[in-house]
């Protein structure tokens, strides 16, 4: 399957870490890249091509990848980082699919 | 930096075609490719398609049918017409620059998005 599974929620202390997962058979041989969308607001690009991060974006957002799945990883989270995560690849066919989407409560 | 704005009407009829366009600002919209993205509610991301600054598509295979997207370059806008829409089609339009490195593509900046019901 093409699908990229996320779990619908992981909830948070402040400063401690959040781990949100992406599942899908593509991941293996396609890039993974990760968007944070807070309520309202435009969609940022928190990670790219599974674990680089981008310029702007803080050091406590980290990228992995293990085979089939994908990772972000918040490390030290603050309360601004509550927000709908969503992972994006491509599929076999080339057509780009996105990950069921994770809200992140910091409790 | 460059930033996108949707617009077009919010309610749409069964069966009419739903017209969106995005503005580019800060920044030239030429040798981008630039995509439209929705989210119904309750439901993930879709993408829906791409198109580059020459006019150059490609659209989902799910929504192809229904799809026709257009370039303005002269005025830095794109636009989407989605035909024959049903209530399925409401959901939340984005707009967003493909950004493409050799192996893969994102999406880098996004518009804030607009809501599109399809209500008679």
């Known amino acids: 399957s093409d699908e990229l599974t996320q779990p619908p929620s992981v909830s948070v202390s402040p400063g401690q870490t959040a781990r949100i997962t992406c599942s899908g058979d593509a991941l293996p041989k396609q890039d993974a890249y990760w968007y944070q969308r807070k309520p309202g607001q435009a969609p940022v690009l928190v990670m790219y091509k599974d674990s680089e991060r981008p310029s702007g974006i803080p050091e406590r957002f980290s990228g992995s990848t293990s085979g089939t799945t994908v990772t972000l990883t918040i490390s030290g989270v603050q309360a601004e980082d509550e927000a709908d995560y969503f992972c994006q690849s491509a599929d076999s066919s080339g057509t780009y699919v996105f990950g069921t989407g994770t809200k992140v409560t910091v409790l | 930096q460059v930033q996108m704005q949707e617009s077009g009407p919010g309610l749409v009829k069964p069966s009419e075609t739903l017209s969106l366009t995005c503005t580019v600002s800060?920044?030239?919209?030429?040798?981008?490719?630039w995509s439209w993205i929705r989210q119904p509610a309750g439901k993930g991301l879709e993408w829906i398609g791409r198109i580059f600054t020459t006019g150059n598509t490609n659209y989902n295979p799910s929504l192809k049918s229904r799809v026709t997207m257009s370039v303005d370059t002269s005025k830095n806008q794109f636009s989407l017409k989605l035909r024959s829409v049903t209530a399925a089609d409401t959901a939340v339009y984005y707009c967003?620059?493909?950004?493409?490195?050799?192996?893969?593509?994102?999406?880098?900046?996004w518009g804030q998005g607009t809501l599109v019901t399809v209500s008679s």
């Open positions: 800060g920044g030239s919209i030429n040798n981008y490719y």
């Open positions: 967003a620059r493909v950004f493409c490195s050799s192996t893969s593509c994102c999406f880098d900046p």
